[in-house]
């Protein structure tokens, strides 16, 4: 694939990418953000992009590593300033969570309750539409593995937004 | 006929075929529970959907449509081509008829750039979005080379600053050349103008009597990507004092290219 249809594709990509960034972060803001970073990610990476496999698995595979290492990044920045407060308690996660409630209500409050595993897996297969064998391979699992998480995942958000329908 | 949680969750996320499908079919058909159990699922998906749909109607937003195009742009012009900043366009026309032919090809691909508004016609936000995907742009240091001189106590650009100011076109993209054009304009008296930026200084040139007057410089900024901000300062600056000279509109891709043939004589 040449530059100009690789840039093509990537760009009509860019509606579901920032839907999977909203659900992955659950803010605005933040979902912009990590949208910027992955897009820069993929076009300097683009040698490493294989022809004949999906161009939306890879790029969806860059965001949800990007991801991780922001929020690890993020619980890092959180327990240095819990510590330096002396357990004061207060980080980055709990300010998220009140914006959270803002962008996408009860929905984003029960995705924010699950563990990070258990949300990208939810996004991909309930929200993004893949098949387990992709959104495995986006997360670097093995499909028991995803399979399982997102057993937990959708147990937890049908307690949660059962009642709602 | 018993039916596991997971076999019906993979049921509901199509992942079953054939036979394996068919008996979860059969079972939800005759028994209510799983039925009530499937419509639950179908709920939630329903229910996370609508949560997280809108954002798909959303106008995506510039920056990242600006850094893909700008790196579409940039990589068509190093298939071209790098020639045109060494050469003259008088002593070898091919560089020339290549630039317009890139130009007309990007235009082709991507009709919403350049933009006719002013602030968009600059293509600062394609310059700082190709600055973060390029990193530093590559080539000859034009300060070390000696790019403007003294010619009496007005600075004009030389060498291969002039010569870039010459044959660049902003429809050129900032490419992987260590000049770019953000824009080309015409000044209250007619003549032309052009704000470049090349690695160490951007500014605004215009020529007048044959030669590429320095009207306005500034240091081009540190274009790393944490400091992307830095180097759309500059430009913004220009911009200003470029909008404050300007007589209407900057060129647009046509005018500018029948300037450069006219030798940007008025």
Known sequence: MGTDRFCEELTALLPRLRRFARGLTRDAADADDLCQQTVERALRSRAQWQAGTRLDAWIYRIMRNQWIDEARARTRRAQTFVDADQGAGVGTAGHQDAENVVELGNVGRALGRLPDEQREAVMLVLVEGFGYREAAEIIGVPQGTLTSRLGRGREALLRELGEMA | MSVTPEELAAYVDGELTGVAADRIAQAIAADPQLAARVEAEQRMRATLKRALDPVLAEPVPEDLTLMIAAFAAAEAEDDMTDAPVIATAKSSPAPVVDLAAARARHERQHPALPARRW????????????????????????????????????????????????????ADGPGGQSLKILASFQKDDGDFCRIFEAEKTSGIACKQDGAWRLERTVATGTRQETDYRQAGSAQAELLNAAQAMAKGDPLDAERERAARANGWTK
């Open chain 2, 119 to 170: 602030t968009k016609r600059w293509g600062i936000g394609a310059a700082i979005a190709a600055s973060l995907v390029l990193g530093l742009a590559v080539g000859p240091q034009l300060l070390s080379r000696g790019p403007v001189r003294d010619q009496g106590g007005t600075l004009v650009a030389s060498g291969t600053l002039a010569r870039g100011l010459e044959i660049r076109l902003a």
